[in-house]
C-alpha cells in the first residue's frame, strides 16, 4: 500500500519504524516515541517493573545525571512527558523546530544509556508504593482499575502501580534487566508532525539507535483478551457509588470500527447524547456520566461509567442498561447525522493544534503499520449508517456485562 | 492587526483575535460575576446559574439547545470561578457565526422553571462527588481560613444547604443584576473576518436590557497566619500546605515573578520535584499560586502517606527558607523563560487556547495582551526581581499551615 503524500513511512536498517506528517508552515514540531513493551511484559511476581523503568529511565545516563538531563531538555525549552500503557511506553515530546534534533539526541541517550541508578530505583519503588495509597483516595480511578482486571484478564488487565508485595520486590537489577529485555531499535515506532524534512531526520535516526538492543520479535504481537463477565462489588465509604461497567467490541482494526465510533458518539459524544440526555438532563441522577472505548491491539471494549449517589444507584444502573439496549431499537437518523458530524468536525478543529496531528499517527503505526489519511478515516465516519449500527449491535450484543460498583452500597438490579 | 476591541450600542464588548494561520474559531462570553459576587444564603448561584443557562431560551428548549452545539461539532462548555462565569464553543471557522448566536441566545436564559429541580440534583450530585476527592477539601479549608469571612472563602459549588434552599426566583433576580451587556464581553480567536463578527454580534445583542453594575467587590480582610486542620478519616493521604499572601493578578510584575518562583520552587525539573519527591517524602510537592484579581495567596503543598506528613512540611519551609536565603539562579530562570517561550508558541497555534487566554487578559488587565507582550514580561524577569518579590511576598513567616486527611496532625 502506497504512502500518502503527506506523510514519509519507512522501515530504517537499524529497525526502527519511522512516520513524518508534513505540516509546512506550523511553528512547533510534536514527536510521539513508543517502545513496543509494556505492562504485558512484566514477569507476575514483578508488577509494577515497567512503571519503574518508566520513571528511572530519565534518571541518568552513562553522560547526564538525571537532573542534567532534565536541564538539558529545559534549556531548549522542550515539553517531554513519559508514560507506560499495557503494550507500549510512550516518550512524547514537542518543541520548536530548531530543537528537534538535539531532542532526538537527548530521548536516543535517555533510551541507549540508561544508568538506573539504585537510588533511583529504590526511590520510584517508594513512590509508587505512596501513589498505590493514593489510589485510594481516587474512587473514579480504583472503579476502572478494579474493571480492567474482570476486562482483560491477568495480563493485559493489569495497572501500572502493581500491588504492594510484587512493588516491594523490584530491585535496580530487575529494572535492568527488563531494560537489556524489551528495549531495542527494532521495537522502536517514532512519529513526528511539523515543518520537517524526512531525510534529515533520516539520517539522525539510523545512526542514534544503530545497533540498539536485540528484542526478541514480538512487541507487535497482539496479546489475548480474557473476559470475564462477572459483577463484583467493592464496599468503600464514599458520598458517591461508582458504577462502571463493560463489554467486547471491536479492534480498531476492525471494519466495523467505524461504527463503533459512531456509535458511542451516540451514546455519549456531547450533550444531546443518550446517556447526557436520559441520566443526567431528565431524571438528575448523575453529574457525571460516559461510555469510551479501549483497544489493546487484539481487541476492543466498550465503558460506561456513572457515579451517584446511594440512594439513586439502582435506578441509575438500570437507566444505562437500558439506554445501550435501547441503540438497537430505535436510532434516528437525526442523532446518526449529528453524531458523526461532531466526530468529523472535531477532528478538524483540533487539526490546528501539532500535537493532535502527532497522536494520531502514532495511533496508526501502532494499530496498522502504516499511516492512514484523514480523508479516508472521514470517509469511513461518513458511509456509517443507522442499518451498519443496528447490524453492529446484533452482532456484538452487550449480552455478556462485566461490572464493577465501588461505594457504600450493593447493586440490587438485575442486568 | 492584533485585536479587535470595540463597544457595541448595546453596550456589550467584543474583543476579537484573528488567526490567519488556523482553520478553526472559538467563541466565549465571559460573565463577570462569579462566587465572591454573592451573598452567603445563595451561596452557589453563579454555578448553578451556568447550569441553568444551557436549559432553555425564548427561542430554544434544553434539547434544542444541546443539538444546537452537537450540530456544530463544537468542543464546548462553560465554568465558573470566584471571580468569572464563562461560556464557550470552538468549532470549524465556517460554523462560527452559527456559534455566537446559539451563545448569545443562551445569555438571555428563561431559567425554566420546570427544569429548576431536576437540575438542582444535579448540582447535588457535583457536590457530593466534589466530597471524594480530598483535593476539593484542600481547596475549600484554604479558602475559608485565607480568606476568612470573605466571600472568596465560599466554595464555587456552594453547600447542600444554601443549593437546597435556593429558589429559581432568586436566581433569576440575581441573573438579571449580572447577565446584562456591561457586565459581558465577547471575546472570539481564530480565522475570522471582525467585521462580519462585529455586525453579527451587534445584531443579535441588540436590545439586551441594561442593569446597573455589578455591585463593588470588597477586598478580604487581613491575612490571619496559623494552623487549620481538617481530620477525615475516610481518605489515605494527607495533604500539606503552607500558605502565605501573594499578590493580585491585576500587579502584573509581581504576578510574573510570582509565577516564576512557583515553577521553580513546584513545577516540573523544580527544587520540590528533586528535593522532596525524588528524595522519596512525597510524590506530590508543588506551588500553586492562587491568583484572584485584587489579592492572591502562594501555597506550598504536597500529598504524602499520612506518616510523612511532619517531614513533607519541614520540607517544604526548608526549600522555602532556602530560596529566600540564596534566590534563585539564572539557570532556574532561563529554564522558566525556555518553557515559557515554547508554550506560547502552542498557544498561539490554537483557537480555544487563546480564546481562554484573551478572556482572562480582558477580566483581569482590561484589555487583550499579545503573545509577544508577554513573553516580553517574562523575559524582563532577573534574579534581582525574585529577591525583591521574595521581600515583599515572604514564604518563610507568618504562615497558615492547613492539614488535611486522616492523621490528626500537628497535635494541639
Known amino acids: 500500500m502506497s504512502t500518502p503524500q503527506e506523510f514519509f513511512h519507512q522501515r530504517l536498517s537499524n529497525g526502527v519504524e519511522l512516520a513524518i506528517e508534513r505540516l509546512p508552515g506550523r511553528r512547533t514540531v510534536a514527536c510521539d516515541i513508543r517502545m513496543l513493551t509494556g505492562l504485558v511484559d512484566e514477569p507476575d511476581e514483578l508488577l509494577g517493573l515497567a512503571h519503574i523503568t518508566e520513571q528511572t529511565i530519565s534518571k541518568g545516563t552513562a553522560e547526564h545525571s538525571g537532573q542534567a538531563l532534565s536541564d538539558a531538555f529545559d534549556a531548549m525549552g522542550i515539553q517531554h512527558a513519559s508514560w507506560v500503557g499495557r503494550e507500549s511506553f510512550g516518550f512524547r515530546y514537542l518543541c520548536l523546530p530548531e530543537y528537534v534534533g538535539p531532542a532526538f539526541d537527548l530521548h536516543a541517550e535517555m533510551l541507549r544509556l540508561p544508568s538506573f541508578p539504585d537510588e533511583s530505583c529504590q526511590v520510584a519503588v517508594a513512590l509508587a508504593g505512596q501513589e498505590l495509597t493514593a489510589l485510594e483516595d481516587e474512587p473514579d480511578e480504583l472503579a476502572r482499575r478494579e474493571l480492567a482486571r474482570q476486562a482483560y484478564g491477568s495480563r493485559l488487565g493489569r495497572h501500572a502501580l502493581g500491588n504492594a508485595r510484587t512493588l516491594r520486590s523490584i530491585t535496580r537489577d530487575h529494572v535492568s534487566e527488563f531494560w537489556r529485555t524489551h528495549f531495542g531499535a527494532a521495537r522502536l515506532q517514532v512519529v513526528l508532525a511539523g515543518p520537517l524534512e524526512p531525510s534529515r531526520v533520516v539520517d539522525q535516526l539510523e545512526r542514534s539507535f544503530a545497533g540498539f538492543g536485540n528484542p526478541p520479535d514480538d512487541g507487535r504481537l497482539p496479546r489475548p483478551i480474557e473476559f470475564s463477565p462477572v459483577r463484583t462489588h467493592r464496599h468503600k465509604e464514599l458520598e458517591q457509588e461508582q458504577i462502571h461497567m463493560c463489554w467486547p467490541g471491536v479492534p480498531v482494526q476492525s471494519d466495523e470500527f467505524a461504527v463503533e465510533r459512531v456509535l458511542l458518539a451516540i451514546l455519549s459524544e456531547g450533550m444531546s447524547s443518550r446517556l447526557f440526555v436520559e441520566v443526567r438532563e431528565k431524571l438528575g441522577l448523575v453529574y457525571w456520566v460516559g461510555a469510551w472505548h479501549e483497544h489493546p491491539r487484539s481487541g476492543g471494549m466498550i465503558f460506561v461509567g456513572a457515579s451517584t449517589t446511594p440512594q439513586r444507584c439502582d435506578e441509575t444502573f438500570g437507566v444505562l442498561l437500558r439506554e445501550v439496549d435501547r441503540l438497537a431499537e430505535d436510532i434516528t437518523e437525526d442523532e446518526l447525522r449529528r453524531a458523526k458530524r461532531g466526530l468529523i468536525a472535531r477532528t478538524e478543529t483540533h487539526g490546528d493544534i501539532t500535537r493532535a496531528h502527532a497522536a494520531e499517527l502514532a495511533s496508526d503505526l501502532f494499530y496498522f503499520g502504516r499511516p492512514r489519511p484523514m480523508a479516508a478515516k472521514i470517509a469511513q465516519i461518513e458511509a456509517v449508517t443507522a442499518d451498519d449500527v443496528r447490524g453492529y449491535l446484533s452482532r456484538h450484543p452487550r449480552d455478556r456485562l462485566s461490572v464493577v460498583t465501588l461505594g457504600p452500597r450493593e447493586l440490587k438490579a438485575a442486568g | ?412
Not at chain 2, 463597544?7 to 494561520?21: F, K
Not at chain 2, 502562594?298 to 536565603?325: K, Y
Not at chain 2, 498557544?347 to 516580553?376: C, I, K
Request: contains cysteine.
Open chain 2, 1 to 412: 492587526m492584533t485585536f479587535i476591541d470595540q463597544v457595541l450600542p448595546s453596550g456589550l464588548r467584543v474583543v476579537i483575535e484573528p488567526m490567519d494561520a488556523v482553520a478553526s474559531a472559538a467563541a466565549g462570553f465571559l460573565v463577570r460575576t462569579g462566587a465572591r459576587d454573592e451573598v452567603p444564603e445563595q451561596a452557589g448561584v453563579s454555578h448553578f446559574l451556568e447550569h441553568m443557562c444551557f436549559k432553555g431560551t425564548p427561542k430554544r428548549s434544553w434539547h434544542d439547545i444541546t443539538i444546537g452545539f452537537d450540530d456544530l461539532g463544537s468542543t464546548y462548555n462553560a465554568f465558573t470561578s470566584k471571580e468569572r462565569t464563562f461560556y464557550f464553543g470552538w468549532v470549524r471557522r465556517g460554523d462560527l457565526a452559527a456559534q455566537i448566536e446559539l451563545l448569545a441566545d443562551m445569555m438571555r436564559s428563561t431559567l425554566p422553571p420546570d427544569e429548576f429541580a431536576t437540575e438542582k440534583n444535579v448540582i447535588l450530585e457535583e457536590i457530593a462527588m466534589s466530597r471524594d476527592q480530598i483535593e476539593h477539601h484542600v481547596y475549600d479549608l484554604i479558602h475559608e481560613r485565607a480568606f476568612d469571612g470573605h466571600p472568596l472563602g465560599w466554595p464555587v459549588l456552594g453547600d447542600e444547604k444554601t443549593v437546597a434552599r435556593l429558589t429559581r426566583d432568586e436566581m433569576h433576580a440575581y441573573f438579571s443584576q449580572r447577565y446584562h451587556p456591561a457586565n459581558m464581553v465577547l471575546v472570539v480567536a481564530g480565522n475570522v473576518d471582525p467585521r462580519e463578527v462585529l455586525d453579527f454580534a451587534e445584531r443579535l445583542c441588540d436590545g439586551w436590557p441594561a442593569s446597573a453594575p455589578r455591585p463593588q467587590r470588597g477586598l478580604p480582610g487581613r491575612f490571619a497566619p496559623g494552623t487549620a486542620m481538617l481530620h477525615l478519616e475516610r481518605f489515605k493521604q494527607h495533604s500539606v500546605c503552607w500558605c502565605y499572601p501573594g499578590p493580585a493578578l491585576i500587579d502584573e510584575r509581581d504576578s510574573e515573578a510570582a509565577d516564576a518562583l512557583a515553577a521553580i520552587l513546584g513545577g516540573s525539573n523544580s527544587r520540590f520535584f528533586w528535593n522532596i519527591v525524588q528524595q522519596g517524602i512525597a510524590p506530590v510537592a508543588s506551588a500553586w499560586r492562587v491568583d484572584y484579581s485584587d489579592c492572591g495567596l502562594m501555597v506550598l503543598f504536597g500529598f504524602c502517606e499520612p506518616e510523612h506528613a511532619p517531614a513533607l512540611s519541614v520540607a517544604l519551609q526548608r526549600e522555602a527558607e532556602r530560596v529566600t536565603r540564596e534566590g534563585v539562579t539564572d539557570e532556574e530562570l532561563g529554564r522558566v523563560k525556555n518553557r515559557r517561550r515554547t508554550s506560547l508558541v502552542v498557544e498561539a497555534e490554537s483557537p480555544y487556547h487563546r480564546l481562554t487566554q484573551l478572556a482572562d487578559d480582558v477580566d483581569v488587565f482590561g484589555r487583550p495582551r499579545t503573545v509577544a507582550e508577554r513573553m516580553e514580561a517574562v523575559e524582563s524577569l532577573t534574579r534581582e526581581r525574585l529577591a525583591e518579590y521574595l521581600e515583599r511576598w515572604p514564604i518563610t513567616r507568618d504562615g497558615l499551615m492547613v492539614s488535611v486527611g486522616p492523621r490528626r496532625w500537628p497535635e494541639a
